[in-house]
């Protein structure tokens, strides 16, 4: 069962933190839980916008590096979470605690490099929130941590940045280019949803994070 539990002080700080380096983080405002009731756009960088509009493209090259190497297995028992086009309508993710996983697909270093490394599950978070909510990775030696905004019905927006090893605090967004992330949430099923990270600064093409109930 999905249990709603108050924000932690790193989300808390990544989602305060979810502005342009050029401008200051956006003031809490009257939201339940004091976040940011605006547009993505305010925030993301031109980086992370151009990501954005490729995702779809990295998805479709990390597939077919992955595919390559002799992964076409191990994708296609994934069914929906690794086809490029399964987003359901109605992305919403319930506030609560999930089970979420990555899988990242592709190289960044070319030849030579994985291209497909599967994760076990970690723990997550999602807060509460109307246009805006957070998002924790609780467990794992890479976290993503930041804010999930709301978009078209079919998907929500991530920006937050990447806490690494035994950090306690997640950078600011637009600090550091290579921590920034922006992601797609997508529905992929009952129950069952995708946080697609594309042209991650490390190691591969898109990160495929599977999202679950606990």
């Given at each position: ?108 270093g070319g030849s030579g490099g994985l291209t497909h490394v599967a994760y076990p599950y ?93």
């Amino acid at each position: 069962m999905i249990r709603g539990r108050a924000l932690s002080a790193a989300a808390m700080l990544a989602l305060a933190s979810c502005a342009g380096a050029d401008r200051p983080p956006p003031a809490a405002r009257a939201s339940g839980a004091g976040l940011p009731a605006d547009d993505w756009r305010r925030y993301a960088t031109d980086a992370d916008r151009a990501r954005l509009r490729g995702w779809r493209t990295a998805f479709v090259a990390g597939l077919a590096q992955a595919r390559a190497a002799g992964h076409a297995a191990d994708l296609d028992s994934e069914g929906a979470l690794m086809v490029p086009d399964a987003g359901e309508p109605d992305a919403a993710l319930p506030p609560g605690d999930y089970r979420c996983r990555v899988t990242k697909l592709g190289s960044r270093g070319g030849s030579g490099g994985l291209t497909h490394v599967a994760y076990p599950y970690f723990r997550c978070r999602v807060g509460a929130g109307d246009r805006v909510q957070s998002f924790e990775k609780l467990t794992g030696s890479q976290r993503q941590v930041g804010a999930l905004y709301g978009d078209v019905a079919a998907r929500r927006i991530f920006l937050g940045t990447l806490a690494l090893g035994s950090e306690q605090r997640a950078l600011r967004y637009g600090a550091d280019a290579d921590r920034d992330l922006i992601g797609v949430l997508q529905r992929i099923g009952d129950r069952r949803w995708r946080l697609l990270f594309p042209s991650p600064r490390y190691e591969s093409l898109i990160d495929v994070m599977e999202i679950v109930p606990e």
